[in-house]
């Protein structure tokens, strides 16, 4: 099935674009074998946990991005291949893509080239040979949105090809998380006690968070690491999908609705903690290497099986046992203290040492169940530096 | 308040000159970790507000290093508490055209070297039209304290240049090892009040020093490093004598006679007298290591060493090790020295360079200590 739904006209690429949709079953033979057409495309990437993420959720019925295609050798209606004009009335652009649609649909494979969609071609096909032959039929009903270029020059294509390439380089983590600060926000500012600050605005009461901070923090526990400035490509790519992974975990359906968000539920908890603390140790939770690197312990937790229900006990434990004794110092912040003024800024980069002592101190007490005081596990951590 | 940021900076942070200290802060608020490889932490951004609001009056040299450094590393120069200078090795974090290498975050003390840096010279930061604009590579930058520069001489600047590897001749690749090996631990490289690089009276200490290390083949620099404890004996005696004499004049001439006439005995004496004998137990150490492994030459030194009866006997006596380190030592030094029949040769050994390779690391740290440096 193929359906035309409008035709457009570029006037930078001076070439026309129609609109459309169709199953899968019309698609995959449309581009059966598109993807050696064009020499320049990217290697398809094989294997990535992206792409069986995505294949997962075809299977699940999901409806893609638009693909964008190129088909050369058309015959084109005289009034669109003698002169391009813009299209000007419905009556006029109907009578076009009805005069186009039987050439369209039966068009040849050899014509086709895939401007940009690759890699979801290729989760589509691999999906497909992934399925039980009852299965099959089924799936290619699905639907995939699409456009198509006509008799487009190879000019015209390539750039359109790597303008979208360009566009496409991966954002960062951090970028993206950047990005998504605003939406983070609105979410985090429903929590009961918590007071979102931002710009240059200084914490003066509990409950007070910086923006930049949670946004850092969301970081660190979307990546399960506290390193955020990261600089390896390929340790970028690995937390991606791992990032992936954790926020799909965390959509409904998997998780009862009122953990829909862990991160959400983590937060909930800080503040929770932040208003129970003493004034003494007020500045624990406004201190962003500490942010960041419980951020990245929960969040690491949170992608491991069996730590995932050891991190909500402890992280329920702690909050038991400040609130029954608010002045017994829980989280062990006299000796987090003592240990952080023994980091010698000389040999290294005292705000990374301080994230990575709290990042391993955390991850010890999840590890060893709350059986070991928060003391000790600092001392662990230390030791671990 | 006016602020003291040179324009530079400013204009990379997007600041105009006659920006306010609330402008300023809220746009180190909003640098992200990792700008310019410059801020990692909050520590380049209060040394930013730091310089801001009080100036930098140090002095910057920034120096290209002897070997391709793959680690930050920082250490101070002290005069006792006295801080003389600070210097940073920037690591090779990047090739152009090549992704990062992933280096890990600077030192806390190094984060704010960098922004003193970059305020007195605007080259620190690079601008690429490949990359944009990031921090210098593979750069050595040495602060020198407001004053400190001028009160050295160039010879005393020059063997610092050469003790922190941040400039000067290529030396062997065992010298980068021992190098790391004595760095990597260290931060401050502290020089006593009578080190010859602070007070050039003695130029001639300083001489023996900087050529020392400027010497690129092992067997030249084991010896100028010899020379330096050579040196030394003449001056020991003499202090001794200056000391004693009053005292008792007899016992210290015939002292003194005695050892003058033994060579061995004023390199015992020199290094019983400044404590240097566990350098010289190391010494020792390492010649038996080289010796079990069937390094010739170590094995002929140590053979040479029994048959000589007079000297044996000291070298091999109860809690003399250092002794036999001495004499030892004093041995290569003949076989690099001479070239007649009545001692070994150095030449002769093909595994000879071997052997001097474990064997620099401890004369050089006696060398270091005997002339006040320290690598604490």
Known sequence: ?385 | MEIKLNSHILEKLDLRPSCTENELKSKLDKVSSGFLNVFHSEASKSEILNIAFNGCEDKLEIHSPIYRIEKWCYHKVTNNAREIAEVVHIPHYYTSGEPRIQVDMPPTEAEKLIVKAWQLEKEVIEDSSTTGPKLINNKVLVLWKKGEYEDLSEGGRKVLYALLHASGSETPSVCKEMWWEQWKNATNLDLSDTCCILDNRDDKDLLLLKAAFEETIIKWRFLSLYRILERGYLKSILSKIQQEFMRSPQTTISDASQLLSNECSQFVGLVRDHDLRSFFEDFATGLDILSSGMNKYAIMLKRELSEDKLLSRQAFAPGNKYVKGVLLCYKIRCSIVHAGASHLMFDEFSDADDALRSLLMPLGNAVMNYVGIAMI
């Open chain 1, 1 to 385: 099935m193929l359906q035309l739904l409008c035709l457009d006209y570029d006037n930078r690429l001076k070439s026309y674009c129609v609109t459309a949709r169709c199953d899968y079953e019309w698609y995959l033979n449309a581009v059966a074998g598109a993807e050696q057409n064009l020499e320049i495309q990217r290697e398809i990437i094989k294997g990535t946990r992206v792409y069986a993420t995505l294949r997962a959720d075809l299977k699940r019925g999901c409806l893609m991005p638009p693909i964008v295609l190129a088909v050369k050798n058309l015959e084109l209606p005289a009034r669109l291949a003698d002169h391009f004009e813009s299209i000007s009335g419905k009556e006029t652009e109907l009578e076009l893509l009805s005069g186009l649609s039987l050439q369209l649909e039966n068009v040849n494979s050899s014509s086709v080239y895939i401007i940009d969609g690759l890699q979801r071609t290729n989760a589509l096909k691999q999906t497909l040979m992934e399925l039980p032959e009852s299965g099959k039929g089924a799936f290619l009903s699905g639907l995939v949105r699409i456009e198509i270029w006509l008799n487009i020059p190879f000019g015209a294509l390539a750039y359109r090809m790597l303008l979208l390439n360009a566009g496409q380089k991966p954002m960062s983590i951090k970028h993206q998380v950047e990005i998504l600060s605003m939406k983070l926000s609105e979410e985090l500012s429903t929590i009961t006690g918590i007071e979102i600050i931002k710009g240059s605005q200084h914490r003066t009461r509990k409950g007070q968070f910086q923006l930049a901070k949670l946004s850092e923090t969301f970081q660190a526990w979307l990546q399960g690491q506290p390193n955020l400035d990261l600089r390896n490509l390929v340790m970028e790519q690995l937390l991606t999908e791992s990032a992936i992974d954790v926020l799909g975990s965390s959509l409904k359906g998997d998780r009862p609705a009122q953990e829909k968000d862990a991160f959400r539920s983590f937060v909930g908890w800080m503040i929770a903690v932040d208003h129970l603390l003493p004034e003494s140790d007020f500045q624990f939770l406004s201190n962003e290497t500490v942010l960041q690197g419980l951020g990245a312990a929960v969040g690491s937790a949170e992608r491991n099986p069996t730590l995932q229900p050891r991190m909500e006990r402890c992280l329920n434990l702690l909050l038991e046992k400040i609130r029954s004794e608010p002045q017994g110092d829980p989280f062990g912040i006299v000796e987090f203290d003592r240990l952080r003024k023994g980091i010698d800024p000389a040999k290294v980069n005292v705000g990374q040492a301080t994230r990575d002592m709290v990042f391993r101190a955390f991850k010890e007490y999840f590890m060893n169940d709350g059986v070991e005081a928060m003391s000790k596990c600092w001392e662990v951590a230390a030791g671990m530096g």
